[in-house]
């Protein structure tokens, strides 16, 4: 199967600088997503990167390598509120419709 | 603009009991998908249903089944339910078949099977 990988929990200080990395195998999709998912709620999407190159959207970005099959998420000026789990997701090409998703990273951000 | 809207938003079965999730998608939208989401673990895929068809199937034995009215409304049956059914069940809407880009989801049915 194509698997996804991410690390399981990070810890960061309000208002520094997380990257949230998300490696998965370099045939497997065509696209890859980040979500947001405080516990409990539905996950909320982020961002969306199909090309290799960085996204920006605010304090978020989003990186993408086709080629090494790695993708990560920046958050910039955290706060407390960006506590939440962060899920990477990749979506096959042409005719499969189902997004495969990491475990999620956990992210902490204390005072 | 209502969202993804689901029922019941908690449950609890037992063993062996058949339960019926309901999703209804955000207005105007033709596709529905269900994910199950383990505690712990991110969400995975069930199925898919576009116009009323099932677009895709995920890797769940045939005790999970669902079906897509009219009405772009969905329901996901599961019968004879395992302790390992226990979960977040979330549906997601989007406008058209594969556009993960513009899926929304629900905030889901929490499923406890004792």
Not at chain 1, 13 to 33: D, R
Not at chain 1, 52 to 61: C, H, I, N, Q
Not at chain 1, 82 to 93: R, T
Not at chain 2, 95 to 100: D, E, S, V, Y
Request: hydrophobic share 30%; proline share 4%; charged share 15%.
């Amino acid at each position: 199967g194509q698997n996804i990988d991410q690390p399981t929990e990070m810890t960061a200080t309000e208002g520094a600088i997380v990257q949230i990395n998300c490696t998965y195998q370099t045939s497997g999709f065509n696209g890859l997503f980040w979500y947001q998912q405080h516990a409990g709620e539905a996950p909320t999407f982020l961002s969306y990167n199909v090309l290799d190159g960085l996204e920006e959207k605010g304090r978020f970005s989003s990186f993408l390598s086709r080629s090494k099959g790695y993708s990560y998420l920046l958050l910039k000026e955290l706060q407390m509120k960006d506590s939440a789990s962060y899920l990477c997701a990749g979506m096959p090409g042409a005719g499969s419709y189902q997004l495969t998703f990491g475990k999620g990273t956990k992210l902490s951000v204390i005072p | 603009d209502a969202g993804v809207t689901q029922s019941p938003t908690h449950l609890i079965k037992t063993r062996g009991q058949q339960v019926t999730l309901r999703c209804s998608p955000i207005s105007g939208h033709k596709s529905v998908s269900w994910y199950q989401q383990v505690l712990g673990q991110g969400p995975q895929f069930i199925f898919q249903y576009y116009e009323k068809e099932e677009r895709g199937r995920g890797n769940f034995p045939d005790r999970f089944s669902a079906r897509q009215f009219p009405n772009y409304s969905s329901e996901l049956n599961v019968n004879a339910l395992l302790l390992g059914d226990s979960a977040l069940y979330l549906c997601a809407s989007s406008p058209r078949a594969g556009t993960g880009v513009e899926n929304t989801f629900g905030s889901g049915t929490r499923l406890t099977v004792v």
